[in-house]
């Protein structure tokens, strides 16, 4: 994991994060102001919420991330995925010392898609962050799950994501069906065709 949150002095994985019973991610669809109906981009927002309020509000973060391509634009409509808590995954110190490869924009937006497709195959990785005295929790990686967690034991060893070096736990959530909702009304309606998607930002 992102060696940057070490310092050398801290203490390691002795903090118990409060991991909402449920929360919600948001992916985001950026098209192009000259083709409004084709998305090139489904965008996984990287913080989960415990309510959709919040999530929605946090909507305008990334949009900040699209600003330098002024010839694309975020729908009103967003994929909404429901998350349910379902166990606690230790962390290790180990997690923060061996070599990383960085975990791209593509590689994540890649496995969000096809985890979207086939929702109740998939669990989703959930990491911690203390900031100002209150925890923020991510979505890195949703996997499909197997009995050694293998999958998420690499990620943890070599990835660069940035996880607090005091959590003592990762989290392992479900992953709902996804549905459509309304960025502006909030309607919320379900998700029965998946929209085309090119995955590039030109």
């Known amino acids: 994991m992102n060696k940057n949150m070490k310092t050398g002095k801290e203490k390691f994985c002795y903090l118990t994060p409060a991991f909402p019973k449920s929360a919600f991610m948001l992916m985001i669809i950026i098209c192009k102001k000259a083709d ?3 998305a090139i981009l489904i965008y996984p927002s ?17 949009e900040k991330l699209f600003k330098e391509h002024d010839d ?19 962390l ?3 997690f923060w ?13 890649s496995a969000f ?15 911690p962050v203390l900031i100002n005295k209150k925890w923020q929790f991510t979505a890195p990686l949703p996997f499909l799950p197997t009995e050694d967690n293998k999958t998420v034991d690499q990620f943890m060893l070599h990835s660069n994501w940035q996880v ?4 003592k736990y990762a989290g392992i959530y479900k992953m709902e069906k996804p549905e459509y909702i309304d960025l502006e009304t909030k309607q919320i309606t379900p998700k029965n065709l998946n929209p085309q998607v090119d995955n590039r930002v030109n």
């Open 164 to 167: 607090d070096v005091r959590a």
């Open 113 to 127: 898609v096809r985890a979207s497709v086939s929702p109740d195959l998939y669990q989703v990785l959930v990491t």
């Open 92 to 94: 290790r110190r180990e």
């Open 72 to 90: 694309l634009f975020v729908k009103n409509t967003a994929i909404l995925i429901p998350l349910t808590f379902e166990n606690h995954y230790p």
């Open 36 to 38: 409004p109906d084709k």
């Open 97 to 109: 010392d061996g070599e990383t490869y960085d975990f791209s924009l593509a590689d994540r937006v």
């Open 46 to 62: 990287q913080e989960i919420f415990p309510t959709i309020d919040e999530a929605i509000a946090n909507v305008s973060k990334d």
